[in-house]
């Protein structure tokens, strides 16, 4: 199994000096989450970005490492905006894989609880799940990628269609 940061909010820090919240270049949130655990999975950061920043080349450069990899399982965290955007595109290029997009609503900062289940379900169910697919794991819920959808007037992702 192979981790993929991408940034986003479960990532994000308070900057003093700037008085914002900002994706700091490191991985320093999800290693201290993968410390609680009894097992070693290979982190890789790959795009420290709110996901609204992201664009077509940082999904291809996710893509590419995807590709190059021995791995056949892989978790993104990235950011909640454009996640079905990033998971949409990597359903129309792999069928080989098991992908599981994570996020969280609030940053680890702010609220550690809902960005380490987030992650530990994602990884619980990477282990468990047989079937290749793009998955999101947010707010209690796993689910291929187009039945789970943010709303964004309740602050949370749900089941769809």
């Not at 697919?133 to 089941?159: D, T």
Request: net charge negative; hydrophobic share 40%; charged share 25%.
């Amino acid at each position: 199994m192979l981790i993929l940061n991408s940034g986003g909010t479960l990532n994000k820090r308070y900057n003093s000096v700037s008085g914002e919240l900002e994706v700091p270049y490191d991985n320093e949130v999800i290693e201290r989450i993968l410390s609680s655990v009894d097992s070693e999975y290979n982190l890789a950061g790959v795009v420290y970005k709110d996901s609204l920043e992201m664009d077509i080349n940082d999904r291809k450069m996710l893509t590419n490492i995807i590709m190059e990899s021995t791995e056949d399982t892989f978790i993104i965290v990235h950011g909640t905006d454009t996640m079905h955007i990033t998971a949409e595109f990597l359903s129309e290029i792999f069928d080989d894989r098991k992908i599981i997009l994570v996020g969280a609503m609030n940053p680890f900062e702010i609220d550690n609880v809902e960005a380490s289940l987030n992650i530990g379900m994602a990884i619980g169910y990477a282990k468990l799940v047989q079937d290749y697919g793009i998955y999101i794991c947010m707010n209690g819920h796993v689910e291929i990628w187009n039945k789970l959808e943010k709303n964004r007037a309740k602050g949370k992702f749900e089941i769809v269609g």
